[in-house]
């Protein structure tokens, strides 16, 4: 596929007597369409050198997947209906291509043009199509649903396997009608228009911190992106688009309270106290929701996990989750636009964006974040070593939580003061406290829903959603949670002996240990 | 990816005709489709309106460990491709018999395509042959167009047999009845009485109507021109009915 400017110049008329004087060409209707380029809130087709539309006619959704930097169309597809997550995709070559690079996100309208077309078919003489060309005139969509000049392009179509006739059309487009081809592609246009930046959206923090900066001054950065994470969120938590917008909504409200627990003598304590309990209860109003969630994007393993024959017994506890989400959904939604949450917001932004004071009695406020962040990871460090030396194969179920919730902590820390580290040890540390963590989460998550099936199975009952067959499901689900526990615990092991090598120990020292310790 | 063959001894019983409507009925689900016309005849390429031409011919194609995109070619629908045939696939047979692995040979092929489309649809030359061989193995499904009379029950049958010497591997056998014309006794009692021996006749079955001829002149699927005719909606069924039984 190739784009042509037309100059403004050219009437319609004039191009296509003098296309037709040159091919044999069929002429269609002409017709106003709009294309939406789509991708994940997070930019992950962009982000791979992706760009993606769709145009919605009567024959049906029309979807083109193409590269990026040249603008070559990779692949194409009529659809009967818009996919937004890859689950929808019925045609298992168009999943296979688009499930890997959406991973569980939905996608969403990034940019929208309209556009005047005017097709022309190059046909021969068994009058099949060998290409098609296209004269566009495109207008951006804006926000308040006007629309804006944007160019006016012939675009020609390759049919594959008649790529000769394809260069054909080029060269007269070229030598004849003086066009000039385009690289760039109609989506980049708009986004420069528009002075959109796609691939923008993290939900990493990626602040840069300067070592020998004051603390206060950092941490009021840090939150201050944490708290642009959680707006950012709110519109898709809201509208529901993708299980992804709470997940990272989440992530910034537990990650924002664990560091006001975590450091104090920093901020004053009549912020930390009402900011601690709001960021908590922010917890508390998104948890259900997620939760059910999490169940739902699990629903497939535990079917899995079940005998081909009993599989569908399942169902019924399919449509309660569905029913509960639902609820817990609304709840949320109607949470989020209260005015606690708006004024929470609102006090947070303030205190964050008000300027640090030369002087303050707060002990630790001008300490450099550098220090800082080394005392509070070494602590935390320290801690989990110490908790994970006290693990043993008989020890009680509860240790291994507490382990976890130091984890945690530690975790936290270290996203938020990786700038502040050597990036690659950092990568390095986080990757296999990532992995500790994931087998303790694994475990944790198994007691939940042993616990949680059990409170399903009464409340199933309870709205008459339960069958004697979809109970015995859930029983056997349940006993493979229990020995799923076992083999989990027995993971651990490992797990914990690879985070806390010597090897590990020694880094661990040299990188976090606070100088003052290390004169002692 | 799917591979259906479309495939009887006789000729004249639809097969090709049943190959280019439900490669398009499949590609209206959003399914990425190719054809593979592998009769010399050229009867679906025809159809497509792609020239009946490989090039190389069969020898190239068979030296190749993929198809690459110089012999497939897109149709005027933009989910169907079609790998056209061509004059020396009448050699096919003798240039399989010669070579190491000749049942594994169209697998192979069509394997290096399984990236790229959801259904593979194969309308079969109609013959015995070590084509033949070589189609059902590389085949999920065997659509078997037969005419609901004795002499068309007998090469049924005749399949059948194959079956029984292990040459069928696990191809799943879907005989359906075609060019039924209702107002002939014996079509109607055969499909009254479908035979009892063998895989089970489909409860879908092509009318005989003059739509479907129309194909050659209008060199499109009825589907496309005749949307509401007997003939058409009869495809439409016998599709459906197909998906269910893949799953
Ligand atoms: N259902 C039908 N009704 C009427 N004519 C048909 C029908 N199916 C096929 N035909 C016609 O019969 C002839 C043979 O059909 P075709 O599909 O080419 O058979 P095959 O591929 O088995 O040789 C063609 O001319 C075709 O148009
Ligand atoms: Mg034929």
Known sequence: ?520 | MITISCYNIKGGVGKTTTAVNLAYLASLDGAKVLVWDLDPQGAASFYFRVKPKVKGGVRRLFQKKSVTDNYIKGTDYGNIDILPADFSYRNMDILLEGSKKPRSRLRKILKSLSDDYDYVILDCPPSFSMVSESIFYASDVLLIPTIPTPLSLRTFEQILKYGDKKILGNVKLLPFFSMVDRRKNMHRAMIENPPKKGPAFLKSSIPYASEVERMGIKREPVTVYAQSSAAAQSYIALWKEIKSKLN
């Not at chain 1, 049906?60 to 890859?86: C, E, K, M, Y």
């Open chain 1, 1 to 520: 596929m190739s784009e042509f400017f037309v100059p403004g110049t050219v009437t319609i008329a004039e191009f296509k007597d003098r296309l037709k004087a040159q091919f044999p060409i069929m002429e269609g209707a002409a017709l106003t369409v709009e294309r939406h380029y789509q991708d994940t809130f997070d930019w992950r087709l962009y982000k791979k050198n992706y760009q993606y539309y769709i145009e919605n006619t009567l024959s049906g959704t029309h979807l083109t997947l193409s590269s990026l930097h040249d603008n070559r169309q990779l692949f194409a597809l009529l659809l009967s209906s818009p996919p937004v997550i890859a689950g929808d995709i019925q045609s298992v070559v168009l999943r296979k291509r688009l499930a890997p690079l959406l991973g569980i996100r939905a996608l969403v309208n990034k940019l929208s043009v309209q556009i005047r077309r005017y097709p022309f078919q190059y046909i021969d003489e068994d009058k099949k199509t060998r290409a098609y060309v296209y004269l566009e005139d495109y207008r951006l969509v804006l926000d308040n649903g006007k629309t804006q000049a944007l160019d006016k392009r012939v675009r020609v179509e390759t049919v594959k396997g008649y790529e000769k006739d394809v260069k054909q059309i080029y060269k007269t487009l070229k030598t004849e009608f003086k066009f000039n081809k385009v690289e760039q592609s109609i989506f980049k246009t708009g986004m420069e228009t528009l002075n959109i930046h796609p691939g923008e959206y993290s939900s990493q923090l990626d602040t840069q911190l300067a070592p020998g900066a004051r603390s206060d001054q950092s941490l009021k950065e840090m939150l201050l992106a944490s708290l642009d994470i959680i707006e950012a969120n709110e519109d898709g938590t809201i509208k529901d688009i993708d299980t992804e917008f709470l997940h990272d909504f989440r992530v910034a409200v537990r990650r924002t309270r664990s560091l006001l627990e975590q450091i104090e003598g920093v901020f004053p304590r009549r912020i930390l106290e009402p900011n601690i309990s709001a960021f908590k209860w922010l917890g508390s109003i998104t948890g259900p929701t997620r939760d059910m969630d999490v169940y739902l994007l699990k629903f497939d393993k535990y079917q899995q996990a079940l005998a081909k024959d009993k599989q569908a017994y399942l169902e019924p506890l399919h449509d309660y989750l569905i029913k509960h989400h639902r609820i817990e959904q609304k709840e949320l939604v109607k949470q989020l636009k209260t005015a606690r949450y708006r004024n929470l917001k609102k006090k947070w932004r303030e205190f964050l964006q008000t300027p640090v004071v030369e002087h303050t009695r707060l002990p630790i406020a001008k300490q450099s974040i550098k220090e800082t962040a080394d005392i509070h990871i070494w602590k935390a460090i320290k801690r989990v070593i110490k908790q994970g030396n006290a693990i043993t194969e008989k020890c009680p179920d509860e240790k291994l939580h507490r382990l976890r919730l130091s984890c945690k902590k530690l975790r936290y820390l270290l996203e938020f003061f990786q700038s502040l580290y050597p990036a690659s040890k950092m990568k390095r540390i986080i990757k296999s406290l990532k992995q500790l963590q994931e087998i303790l989460g694994d475990f944790q998550d198994l007691s939940v829903q042993i616990d949680s099936f059990h409170d399903m199975e009464i409340q199933m009952q309870a709205e008459g959603m339960m069958t004697a067959e979809t109970f015995v499901a859930m029983e056997l689900l349940v006993d493979h949670f229990h020995s799923q526990i076992k083999s989990q615990r027995a993971l651990f092991t490992d797990s914990y002996s690879a985070f806390s090598t010597k090897a590990n120990q020694v880094l661990f020292k040299k990188m976090f240990k606070p100088v003052k310790d290390k004169v002692e």
